[in-house]
């Protein structure tokens, strides 16, 4: 580099001041950050990234402990084999496997060679199988997400076919289906069996989504002239066509196949924001064939909508949200659902409390999973919860805080959740049963996926970071078998004075009340005043009390455990529920806390997604960027210079303090980061006036 700045005409001690200013600013990326601690019977698979975090220089990797970490997402299961994205350090996010062996955990393919990530923001979610082959959307370097096809070896993963960029993938009947911008495309994996079905534009239909299988054929949603449609394909373009179309007042609509029946629950508007009501279909082979099953009106003038849907043998569960304010930030009424097709047999499950939700409804529990004929979800404090055996109500598990939805093994539940207190995180299990559900292993992550004798998830370690983890599904279900397993405290199959019935060591403030050690109650703390002891006593009734509500009055104690409301404030009194997000709290005169208006959360930038958080509030999102540069370093979109102003603002993305959507023509891999490589051919372009620029103003 240096030889060819010689060549060029410009004052050298310029140009070493920039270098010198960004050579000082790289040796400040580098941080460190704690992490968790492990316990069998989960184990390390492997340390796929052992690199130093100080030697990396990379604030990507710099998330826990001493080494880097590779990160482990997107963990799909292809005939018992997991195959993963990672990053080990060196050849970027590349497509992983593992058997649940050490030596059985390596890089597939490096799809765009060299440190260069061929999983970008968008395309970590494509991994998709059909049959024994796994189809994923990668991008060996030309800038977009093209489709592949992997069978696990280097030299069976290749490019299905070029400069196709593929979204939805879905697999049905042995095929695989996808988009590619508005046309409908199947594969079965062999560029000459990669083919265009229709094109949706020219049919009418605008923005396709939602593939869904059903009956053995394909639907999926579009854009009408009309409003929203849903239409079918046979996988030929003469089978391909619109079968129902919703007016334009319908703002919210989604698709779900329920055993060969397809199912359209569309939210009609209002308002201009939520419809009054949910009308949920049923779906023929023909328009004449599609038949409104029933209305579910909503409880206010701001409406309703549906979503989290789960298909259970012939019955459709879902969640509706009935609006008490202002979408697309607001408290809503949730309500569990259930249908068998018929207006008789669509009926409310149970009532799920208020919760603050989000129009998308991304963010908001609870996700709906088959289990045992029913459904068990997580609320929105993260509790477990299941539906009774018949499915017309619900009961708790355990009062959790969870932190990934629950995954049924065998029909034994595992997800990642800690104790209301904030304590005993980890990896749980359950039967079905408030007994039956306990910590496993105290290891921190995501989300569990089973791929042959393992459930393997990326777990948190301060030795290693980020990396994949597994718990042998062997060890599931040992609580009760009277033997101390691993991750047991001890076992006496069933509650004892010396063990809890969930093999965890008696103790008050555990939120497990065990009569035989001498509890009368347990809620969790080790704290008087709130009708529970510090010893796990009932307190007397009449004992005050605070149910943390400014308008009940003075509460006091039942003797019972429970803390009884005294007299309401009256109406008007000022209060604070508790929420952020809300302004102007005074009592109803009926001993509630309700608001006057919403908090309004709008920072101006067009760059973050803004929404408000009930525990924070306002909350500032960066959205990622997504157009490749033209020249990486212009931040300010002139692609002809490349400044000093620019080079130091894309140090302190680096750094962390300046968000990376103020400079995407920094972010050549579309990762969301600066690393010390895009720094590096900023520099690079600046130097060698690639983008026409710099030595100019020199």
Same mark, same amino acid.
């Given at each position: ?92 996010? &590349? ?201 579910? &009106? ?196 069933? &509650? ?168 995407? &023509? ?33």
């Amino acid at each position: 580099m240096a030889q060819e700045a010689s060549d060029r005409s410009y004052e050298g001690s310029a140009s070493s001041r920039m270098i010198a200013q960004v050579s000082l600013c790289l040796m400040l990326v580098c941080g460190l950050l704690p992490a968790a601690h492990a316990q069998a019977p989960a184990f390390l698979v492997k340390d796929i990234n052992s690199q130093p975090v100080t030697g990396s220089c990379n604030p990507r990797f710099a998330t826990l402990g001493t080494t880097s970490g590779s990160n482990p997402s997107a963990l799909t299961d292809v005939n018992g084999t997991l195959f993963f994205l990672a990053d080990d350090g060196t050849h970027g996010v &590349e497509l992983w496997r593992s058997d649940g062996t050490r030596d059985g955990t390596h890089l597939v393919k490096d799809i765009d060679p060299g440190n260069a990530s061929a999983f970008g923001y968008w395309y970590t979610g494509s991994l998709t199988v059909v049959n024994d082959a796994l189809f994923l959307v990668a991008d060996n370097g030309t800038g977009s997400g093209e489709l592949w096809k992997s069978d696990g070896t280097e030299g069976g993963t290749m490019r299905v076919s070029p400069a196709l960029v593929a979204s939805g993938l879905r697999a049905v009947n042995g095929m695989l289906f996808f988009f590619a911008g508005t046309e409908l495309w199947k594969s079965d994996g062999a560029e000459g069996g990669t083919v265009r079905i229709a094109d949706v534009s020219i049919m009418g239909g605008a923005s396709p989504s939602a593939l869904t299988a059903a009956n053995g054929m394909l639907f999926f949603l579009a854009n009408g002239p009309s409003g929203a449609q849903v239409w079918k394909s046979d996988g030929s373009t003469a089978g391909t066509m619109p079968m129902a179309e919703f007016s334009l007042s319908v703002l919210d609509v989604g698709l779900a196949a329920v055993n060969g029946t397809l199912f359209v629950y569309a939210s009609t508007s209002q308002n201009g924001f939520y419809g009054r009501n949910v009308d949920l279909w049923k779906v023929g082979g023909s328009p004449a064939g599609t038949v409104l099953v029933k209305t579910i &009106e909503g409880v206010s003038e701001w409406g309703v909508t549906a979503g989290h849907v789960a298909a259970v043998d012939e019955r459709l569960f879902f969640v509706t949200y009935a609006y008490e304010g202002y979408p697309p930030e607001s408290w809503a009424s949730r309500t569990l659902w259930r249908s068998d097709g018929t207006a008789a047999g669509t009926a409310p499950v149970a009532s799920l409390g208020r919760a603050f939700v989000y129009a998308t409804m991304t963010a908001d529990r609870p996700h709906l999973i088959p289990f045992d004929g029913g459904v068990v979800f997580t609320d929105h404090e993260g509790a477990l919860l299941r539906t009774n055996p018949d499915a017309t109500g619900t009961m708790v598990l355990k009062d959790l805080r969870s932190q990934s939805a629950p995954v049924d093994v065998g029909g034994r539940l595992l997800l990642q959740a800690c104790a209301p207190t904030g304590g005993d995180c980890g990896l749980w299990e359950s039967d079905g049963t408030p007994v039956g559900t306990r910590r496993l292993a105290d290891v921190r992550g995501g989300a569990p996926t089973v791929a042959g004798s393992f459930a393997f998830f990326a777990g948190e370690s301060s030795a290693t970071g980020v990396e994949l983890w597994a718990v042998p599904l062997a060890s599931l279900g040992r609580c009760g078998n009277h033997n101390t397993d691993a991750g047991e405290d001890c076992d006496t199959a069933g &509650e004892s004075a010396s063990c809890d019935a969930d093999c965890t060591a008696p103790a008050c403030g555990d939120a497990s009340v065990n009569a035989s050690a001498g509890e009368e109650c347990d809620d969790g703390n080790t704290q008087d005043g709130d009708c529970c002891t510090a010893i796990c006593r009932f307190e007397p009734g009449g004992s005050p009390c605070d149910d943390s509500s400014a308008c009940n009055g003075q509460e006091t104690c039942d003797g019972a455990g429970q803390c009884q409301t005294g007299t309401p404030q009256p109406a008007g009194t000022p209060c604070e529920d508790g929420n952020a997000c809300t302004e102007q709290d005074t009592c109803d005169g009926a001993g509630v806390c309700a608001f006057e208006t919403l908090l309004h959360c709008d920072d101006g930038n067009v760059h973050t997604a803004d929404w408000c958080d009930p525990s924070s509030g306002c909350t500032y999102t960066v959205i990622p960027c997504t157009i490749a540069p033209s020249c990486i370093g212009a931040c300010d979109g002139n692609d002809e210079v490349v400044t000093i102003d620019e080079l130091m603002m894309m140090v302190n993305i680096a750094l962390g303090t300046d968000d990376v959507t103020n400079c995407c &023509e920094g972010d050549a891999s579309r990762d969301g980061q600066i690393t010390v490589d895009e720094l590096l051919m900023a520099v690079q372009n600046a130097l060698t006036d690639a983008c026409n620029g710099l030595w100019d103003q020199l």
